[in-house]
């Protein structure tokens, strides 16, 4: 957009509009979102498990927003007086802390075994593999270490661990870090993202919810790759098949399965290309707004009234507004609340007064396929309580 500095010019001469330097858009953007936070409250980092929900429900705004500007949505949610229980209890994160430290243990020899025999047995058994060093100030300085190191395993060939690499990528104009368990650079320059996760895989096969989730989060990390092997050239091939490693059957010794991620990939990149960018959002918004979770509950309230939500039932099992957004939908009598399939049976029917209303034939058009299954249904359904009600006792 562009800007216009002074009064409008007495000359013949008109001065030229000036469009603001993305430098300084970003900077005013930075600042914007600064202001959402709140004062001095620092920035929640998101994470591939915060990217692969936000892809999920593309249409939330206020997801977009919140997590665009770094708001912690757990102390939000508390301070709304709808606490969520969302995330990992503290013993689950301990049992995978000890998981992965086996895992990766004597420089990661055993997870690049299970590299090499699930991924690339026709390569050279990864005898002697580096592992660099990736520290380095800050997110920023870690992810042009991690950019480097990646590079230098490109051209020494051979075997390399990256343990917890840090990436970025672009998020609805918000740029977000990530680190995956580890990356590793196979022989021939590919890169495969490698999953380790606490839950079991029993004969060979674990929970298909869980495996769905591990696979839309290394996604995620697959698209950040992408990125990083682009700036390159050649650019090095980043490998679609990822590694999952889990505990094998009820003991703590690694196994692992190959997981496609091609068809996660393709819908993780469409969902964030259509997210709603988040300059577009806080501009929209009204002037003092800020969600910092020390503000009165009624100003919270109101500054997340002010962001239109997309509530779905699966918002509980990835969100910590959730319980909020819920009651919300509820008491608006919202049919959100019943799932994503059935709202959108309902066509523009958007609440249950409505649904009642074209059931009972008091409103909606005849012609409308939604609203004709309704009355139909309604007919049903009166029909069955009739016969119940005159047939004979037996």
């Known amino acids: 957009m562009s800007e216009f500095h002074g009064s409008a010019s007495r000359s013949s001469h008109p001065r030229p ?19 959402l936070r709140g004062p001095d409250v620092p920035a929640k980092a998101l994470d591939a498990r915060a990217l692969a929900a936000l892809a999920a429900n593309p249409g939330c705004r206020r997801r977009a927003i919140l997590d665009g500007a770094g708001v912690d949505k757990a102390a939000l949610a508390s301070a709304l007086g709808a606490p969520s229980g969302f995330g990992q209890s503290q013993f689950a994160l301990t049992r995978g802390n000890a998981f992965e430290a086996k895992v990766k243990a004597d420089g990661g020899a055993e997870l690049l075994r299970l590299v090499h025999s699930r991924l690339d047995p026709g390569a050279e058994p990864p005898a002697g593999a580096a592992v660099p060093d990736l520290s380095a100030p800050g997110p920023e300085g870690r992810t042009a270490r991690t950019a480097l190191a990646l590079r230098e395993a490109v051209r020494a060939g051979g075997w390399t661990l990256l343990d917890h690499p840090m990436l970025a990528l672009d998020v609805a104009g918000s740029l977000a870090f990530l680190e995956p368990d580890a990356v590793v650079v196979h022989p021939d320059g590919g890169w495969t993202v490698v999953e380790i996760k606490s ?21 995620v990390y697959v698209l950040a790759l992408e990125e990083v092997a682009a700036r390159l050239d050649p650019a090095p091939a980043v490998r679609h098949r990822v590694l999952l490693v889990c505990p094998k059957d009820f003991s703590n010794l690694p196994t692992a399965s190959a997981v496609d991620v091609r068809k ?8 964030l290309a259509r997210l709603t960018r988040v300059e577009e959002i806080a501009a929209a918004l009204p002037e003092g707004t800020c969600f910092a979770p020390d503000r009165p509950a009624e100003e919270l309230t109101a500054a997340v009234e002010a962001v239109p939500a997309s509530y779905a039932p699966d918002c509980l099992a990835a969100c910590e507004l959730a319980f909020h957004c819920r009651e919300r939908s509820r008491q608006a009598g919202a049919v959100t609340p019943l799932g994503r399939p059935l709202r959108a049976e309902l066509g523009g029917l958007a609440t249950v007064e409505d649904v009642l209303a074209a059931a009972r034939g008091e409103s909606g058009d005849p012609d409308d396929p939604a609203v004709a299954a309704l009355r139909r249904a309604a007919a049903l359904r009166a029909q069955a309580l009739h016969t119940r009600e005159v047939a004979p006792c037996p």
């Not at 996660?264 to 969902?271: E, F, H, K, L, S």
């Open 264 to 271: 996660q990939r393709a819908v993780t990149a469409r969902q």
């Open 17 to 35: 509009n000036r469009t603001p330097s993305p430098e300084t858009r970003g900077t005013g953007l930075r600042h914007r979102l600064a202001e």
């Open 199 to 219: 839950f079991p895989m029993l004969d060979g096969s674990a929970d298909p919810a869980k495996v769905g989730a591990a696979a839309r989060q290394a996604a």
